[in-house]
């Protein structure tokens, strides 16, 4: 440009907006959520009339500790999800909620004690409660501040707590409700058993580590083999039967059976366990029908072997070589003396290992009978599965099969009762979650008594308490239990008569599952789960709101007292005094009344299952509340997917047994966070990710947006490179809202331009955003917030900034204030920012609001307060769709064709290009000069031809029929706008082309 040519800047009209390019989110959104809580952002919208409700139900986290990433993935979730509904036209309600009872807060109050040297069972039990009241309290205040951090929208000022009066009050009711429809009661069975925190854990509270235990193999003496007069017996039975069959029974093979046996006389059975310490409870052996199984001899030993010359073992066929070569015995040590049948194990009668043993004090001279068990394989071990009703669950179904006697063995802090004989006191697992000296003792009298053949270590997963990290034991324990099974008579037999027939029916007739895949696993859990365990041996937490009839047994039909004026004496003081008003001193003759006589019952001190209170919640929250529900269910509830054993799960239950159905109608499930390595997080492995951490650095916004672009119903990855790469794509949106803001400065409704009267290029814009609209608000509706962000990333970032927006600048800046173009383009732009910001102002709260203010400043406004806009149907215009995708796809052509003249520096900008454009397809040649082709590929002339594709013509390969021979413009370049035009300097104004010479006047 010349010297004397005039600066014509100030005439063009660049963007202005005061929106800054950097967005400062870390310094910036705090100020943004005092504004939502100073204008009542929540509270407004719920006086918005006419909207159907769309409730979330919060699972509630553990007020205990400082948000992880686990968390800030739930919770922006279901912030997504109830914002998103909000603005399609709901009412769209949320009530977030914390779990205050339980073990991983108790937990903390004795952690705290230990550290002060006090004993927790020697202070009393209120001032304990109200202890772990302080300690909820507190994390509740703190965990809030940091949810509402990361943008979540909700009812902040009341949300809902398990351990309010009135959530006690009910939780009391709702067990009451189990109580009097016959479906409590106690019984005594295994359960998962934690010696360090002293009570049963639910199998949610129950995760799987790498444990090294002992492994032993034990040999039990065949005693008592039957004899012939024994089976005469069964023979005579058997005859009748087959004759009535017309078969006969072969009387010499039978007695050739019985002779055979005779050389099992002195032999012995081998189990393999890797828990010695549930030897001296052993009751059987099982083995299983089908399994083949042999007699073997031991012909020879080793030095240092513990089996014996003519040893006779009785083992699986297929697992003989494995457990001979642990007991340090090769192949041509022993032999296979004979088959041993199915029929015959089961004759046969066994000794304990420990039957005669000097200071037993007979208390293992008992027969252990030969059972058959489904459960038994021949895939590792023996063959034969050693069987302590007490200790395990499939022992206890053999058990109850079998009418075996039950154990009481262990205490609670996992050591042996002080009267047993032997093992007085020995500790299975220490206070400290260590080994005790059970397993060491066991194993060296098994040595002793000569019925160990060989022992070892085998590491495997085994399961831990997820509070205390301690291994855990099966223990047979007298607890309070929920039968499922249970027929009931409450008028609620819609979907079955007993909680598991309702909740299967619940789960395939009334709630939708996303993804579907977690049908399948409820389903399967609740199908083939056993009697839920409603009790807990701790003190923080509803108690069992239930008296017991002093001296009865649990089958007696008085055993337990059923009252209603009992429960409610209860369930007004919960309501008044919340649930330490069970402890306070004389209320057994309180809750009990006139009509009883206190020293006739026991009050029950167990406490509620936690998954019982959250698995309440529906009643105190959906049903109760003023912001609950009308019918007392969810449209949704959103947990990981380990809730399926968990929260989903207990809810089903539980309101099946209350309620007679589901509480919920659809149930949304996400995976689990790991490193960007795909590990699982870990202190120890220094790889997690704080929440607070990511906002400090980046902002929330960065941290949602990271979310959207997750496919949560998977694990999903995050780290330091995975930021910046969200960071990188936040970036990129951002200058699309900033192009946007910058270019509908001072714009107004008399610049407005009706669609039908708007260029091609717009109305095209218009059928995008009429095609986004139903992407996303059918993304919304299914929670596909991934597909919704793509959707939106990908027409911002494609559609607009590389093709749109590239193209209209130039009128945008350089026509005339009034021009068609620009007037069009604008409100294009104004149309685009009201459906990007209201459609992208559940993912990205705090950046979005502060688009909308840039555009829209005051006091009391909001993009939060606004619903996603309307967007006419006659937008669609699929034949302008498909002939501008033929126009795209040359003009495409183009712009790799000029990216290679720049990159050889033939040029410096598209603007100095004049291309000659061969198109073979006639349709597409004709849509091409239907336009201002120039424009459309931001040069400043075009040729186009129909002529074949020269030699020389630049193609690509997926482009056919297209060819761009390259050519300069001629003539001068504009000094206002720089297209290269033959006209420039023929016009009023100095170095300018007619358009800008008109433009300037």
């Not at 291994?471 to 324990?477: C, E, G, K, Q, S």
Request: with cysteine; proline share 5%.
């Amino acid at each position: 440009m010349c010297a004397d040519t005039p600066d014509y800047k100030d005439t063009l009209f660049l963007p202005e907006t005061e929106f800054p390019m950097r967005a400062g989110l870390p310094a910036r959104e705090p100020a943004w959520l005092e504004r939502w809580a100073r204008i009542g952002i929540y509270d407004r919208l719920r006086e918005k009339e006419g909207r159907a409700p769309f409730t979330l139900h919060d699972g509630p986290p553990y007020a205990n500790g400082h948000l992880h990433i686990g968390h800030a993935l739930n919770k922006i979730l279901k912030d997504f999800i109830v914002r998103s509904q909000q603005m399609m036209g709901r009412d769209a309600r949320y009530v977030p909620g914390w779990d205050c009872h339980g073990l991983p807060i108790e937990w903390k109050i004795e952690e705290q004690y230990r550290a002060k040297g006090l004993d927790k069972d020697k202070v009393d039990v209120v001032d304990f409660r109200q202890e772990c009241r302080r300690f909820a309290e507190g994390w509740v205040d703190v965990q809030r501040e940091e949810f509402k951090r990361l943008g979540v929208t909700g009812n902040w000022a009341d949300p809902y707590l398990t351990m309010d009066f009135h959530a006690e009050a009910v939780i009391a009711e709702e067990f009451m409700k189990f109580l009097m429809n016959g479906c409590l009661y106690q019984g005594s069975k295994p359960v998962m058993w934690s010696p360090v925190e002293k009570t049963a854990l639910a199998e949610a509270e129950v995760e799987y580590h790498d444990h090294q235990s002992h492994t032993i193999w034990v040999k039990f003496p065949v005693v008592n083999l039957p004899t012939f007069d024994d089976f005469q017996k069964s023979f005579e039975a058997r005859q009748t039967w087959l004759r009535a069959h017309e078969e006969e029974l072969d009387i010499g093979l039978e007695k050739a059976r019985v002779e055979k046996m005779r050389q099992l006389e002195g032999a012995f059975v081998v189990i393999w366990t890797t828990t010695p310490w549930t030897i001296p409870q052993n009751r059987a052996v099982c083995f299983g029908p089908s399994i083949a199984y042999g007699l073997y001899e031991i012909t020879e030993t080793p030095a240092e072997c513990w089996a014996k010359v003519g040893d006779r073992y009785i083992l699986a066929d297929a697992l003989a070589e494995s457990v001979l070569g642990a007991a340090r015995l090769t192949s041509d040590m022993w032999t296979r003396v004979a088959d041993v049948s199915a029929d015959e194990l089961g004759a046969l009668t066994l000794a304990h290992p420990f039957r005669g043993i000097d200071g037993g004090n007979g208390e293992w001279d008992y027969d252990v009978p030969m059972l058959p068990g489904d459960h038994v394989t021949d895939d590792a071990g023996t063959g034969f599965v050693h069987t302590a009703p007490s200790h395990g669950d499939d022992d206890y179904q053999i058990g109850l099969k079998f009418n075996l006697p039950m154990t009481y063995n262990v205490l609670e802090d996992g050591s042996f009762r002080p009267d047993l004989p032997l093992f007085a006191g020995a500790v299975i697992i220490r206070p400290d979650g260590k080994e005790g000296d059970a397993n060491r003792r066991v194993i060296d009298t098994l040595v002793e008594v000569g019925a160990l053949i060989a022992r070892g270590r085998l590491k495997h997963s085994y399961p831990h308490s997820w509070r205390s990290k301690a291994p855990l034991i099966y223990r047979n324990t007298p607890q309070w239990f929920a039968a499922i099974d249970h027929t009931l008579d409450d008028g609620m037999g819609t979907y079955g008569d007993t909680i598991r027939q309702r909740a299967l029916a619940s789960i395939d007739q009334l709630v939708k599952w996303t993804p579907q895949s977690g049908r399948n696993r409820i389903h399967s859990m609740i199908e083939s789960r056993p009697d839920w365990v409603l009790s807990r041996q701790r003190a923080w937490g509803v108690p069992l709101t239930c008296f017991v009839k002093t001296g009865a047994k649990p089958t007696d039909p008085d055993f337990l007292l059923k009252d209603p004026a009992v429960n409610a004496r209860i369930t007004a003081a919960f309501e008044a005094e919340g649930a330490d008003a069970w402890y306070a001193p004389g209320a057994k003759e309180r809750f009990l009344g006139n009509d009883y006589n206190a020293d006739d019952y026991t009050q029950v001190f167990d406490v509620l299952d936690v998954w019982f209170d959250s698995g309440s919640t529906h009643a105190f929250v959906l049903r109760d509340r003023a912001d609950g529900t009308a019918d007392g269910i969810a449209d949704l509830y959103l947990e990981g997917t380990d809730q399926h054993r968990g929260w989903f799960h207990s809810s089903m239950l539980q309101a099946c047994g209350t309620l007679g159905r589901a509480p919920y109608r659809g149930v949304l499930t996400h995976g689990f966070t790991l490193d960007e390595k795909g590990n699982k997080m870990s202190k120890s492995l220094g790889n997690t990710i704080v929440p607070e951490e990511v906002v400090k650095q980046y902002g929330a916004d960065i941290l949602r947006l990271w979310v959207a672009q997750t496919d949560y119903t998977n694990d999903q990855r995050i780290g330091p490179e995975i930021l910046k790469g969200v960071a990188d794509s936040y970036r990129r949106l951002r200058n699309t809202m900033r192009f946007m803001l910058g270019n509908l400065a001072g714009f107004s409704e008399a610049e407005r331009v009706a669609p039908a009267d708007m260029p091609e290029l717009e109305r095209w814009v218009l059928h995008r955003l009429a095609e986004l609209d139903e992407r996303v608000r059918a993304g919304y509706d299914a929670y596909d917030f991934q597909g919704v962000f793509q959707a939106l990333f990908n027409f911002c970032t494609v559609d607009l900034s590389a093709f749109y927006f590239d193209i209209r600048k130039d009128a945008l800046y350089c026509d005339a204030a009034d021009s068609a173009t620009r007037r069009a383009a604008r409100t294009v732009l104004d149309l685009l920012f009201q459906r990007l910001t209201t459609w992208l102002a559940p993912i990205l709260v705090f950046t979005m609001e502060d688009v909308w203010l840039s555009r829209f400043p005051g006091d009391e406004g909001s993009v939060h307060l606004q619903d996603i806009p309307e967007t006419p149907a006659d937008w669609r215009d699929e034949a302008l769709a498909a002939k501008w995708a033929g126009i795209r796809q040359v003009r495409r052509v183009v712009t790799a064709a000029l990216e290679i003249q720049r990159q050889d520096k033939v040029i410096g900008a598209s603007l100095e290009a004049a291309p000659v454009v061969h198109v073979r397809d006639a349709e597409v040649l004709k849509a091409l000069k239907s336009v201002d082709f120039a424009d459309i590929c931001i040069t400043s002339a075009v040729q186009l031809s129909g002529d074949p594709r020269p030699q020389e013509a630049f193609r690509l390969p997926d482009v056919d029929g297209v060819g761009v021979v390259f050519e300069k413009a001629e003539g001068e370049k504009c000094g206002r706008c720089w297209k290269i035009l033959p006209d420039v300097g023929q016009h009023a104004h100095p170095q300018t082309c007619a358009r800008c010479s008109a433009a300037l006047g």
